[in-house]
């Protein structure tokens, strides 16, 4: 029970007026909004929060994952999600080697990596069975999260000295993998692969590897001559 004009009343979470209704009821009147409550309580005479806050505990607090921020002290992000290693972490903490940005009560945060340079190496490389096609296989690391993104595509650029077109790309966990149609054989071709990045969400130096296709009759690519660079 709250006590309000001497009087005992059903507490109502953030309420600070009470009346009185002609079936003996004490409704709630005015809610507290120097706590984050609306002013007027909802059809069910409740308190509840305003926009970007949520109901804990008898209590209004900023809500994290919503992708606004109202009043989170500095240092804080919400990216719209509660995932952690993208930036902004499960907590709307901004996390070691990340800047985040823009965040109001109205769009999320944006957060970019501006940690060590990215590596990238090459995992194995594959010819489509019954196709001018293959799959190369790239490990990127750090396995930003962040990187899901980014369009690869138009990022990257894959020279075997051949004629050839990068026909899809797809990222997951630190596994970059581009498939490329041709209309060359790419048995010992010597190739070249450049990856920049988005500023948006990476802010490092291009990454460069070069490697020999040694035959089509094995899956693996033979040797990496050049490894990434600063």
Known sequence: MTLFDNQCFPTVDGCIAYGSASDGSHPC??????????DLP?????CSCKAGY?????????TCGDGFIVSLS???????????????SSSCKTEKFYKCENGSDTS???????GLSLKVSLNYTTRIKGKNSGDFIFLIDPALLNLHRMNFSKYLTLDCNSTYKVASVDYSKGKLSVTADYTEDLEDRHCTFTLAYDPTIVIRPPSQLSFDVKSQTTPLVISNKLSEYQ
């Open 29 to 38: 009147l005015f809610c507290n909004l120097t706590s984050h409550f609306s």
């Open 42 to 46: 909802n059809s069910q005479g409740q």
């Open 54 to 62: 949520s109901h804990i505990n008898g209590s209004c607090s900023e």
């Open 74 to 88: 500095n240092g804080a992000c919400d990216d719209g999600n509660k995932d952690d290693g993208d930036g902004c």
């Open 108 to 114: 999320p945060s944006v957060c970019v990596y501006r």
